[in-house]
Each structure stands twice: as C-alpha cells, then as structure tokens.
C-alpha cells in the first residue's frame, strides 16, 4: 500500500501562485509515476500534470495549464509538487495527487485516465477569487 497526503491548498487572488505538495509512504518503491487531478463542481476530474518517479523526468500537462504549472519531484523526501503560477479563477478545484503502480499504468494505456492510477490522496481545495 501507498498512502498520500497533499498540502499546500488554499484562496489566493487570480495571478497568485500555490505550491501544492504530496507526500509518499508506505510502499514508495512500487511507484512508477504520478499524476496531480482536478475537479471542480459539476466538471469531471481531469488530469492536469504527470511525472515519472524515478529515472527520467518526463511530465505532462493539461493544455490549459502549460507554462504555468510545473510538476517536480524530491525522491529522497518522497514528495511531490505541484507549482502553480499565474492562476485563473477556473482553476479553482479540489486537487488530488495519485501514484501509479507500472501495471496499472500500463494497463490503462493512457496516463490521463484515473484508472492509470492505485493510489490517490485525499485532496486539497485550491480557490482563487477575482
């Protein structure tokens, strides 16, 4: 098993940054990547960035959040962000961080998916007003 536990939520002004972070236990060594999903109300959640856990960085992001997100890892803390820049009242949701087992990512072929994923953290609201 893997437990997840986010932090960094909150209201900030639209232009303002968060750092959201997720923290990795348990079974970490199972992890083959990450991913950072939002939802917001009545909007089906999505998956706004992706990275690797270990070798190579290779990342995703959501079109909508491209130059202004930045996904990163700290293996040695075990933790991963999500910096977030220049945010929009859209971006506004409750955002989760989940980790991917290799079989199950490659069983879902398409890392965008939930079902990519095992693991998934509780989330945390992030709310930026205008």
């Known amino acids: 098993q893997v437990q997840l536990v986010e932090s960094g939520g909150g209201r900030v002004q639209v232009g303002g940054s968060l750092r959201l972070s997720c923290a990795a236990s348990?079974?970490?060594?199972?992890?083959?990547?990450m991913g950072w999903f939002r939802q917001a109300p009545g909007i089906e959640r999505e998956c706004v960035a992706r990275i690797n856990w270990s070798g190579g960085s290779s990342t995703y992001y959501t079109g909508s959040v491209k130059g202004r997100f930045t996904i990163s890892r700290d293996n040695a803390k075990n933790t991963v962000y999500l910096q977030m820049n220049s945010l929009k009242p859209e971006d506004t949701a409750v955002y989760s961080c989940a980790a991917a087992s290799m079989s199950t990512y490659s069983s879902a072929r398409d890392y965008r998916r939930e079902a990519a994923y095992d693991y998934w953290g509780q989330g945390t609201q992030v709310t930026v007003s205008s």
């Open positions: 348990g079974r970490t060594f199972s992890i083959y990547a």
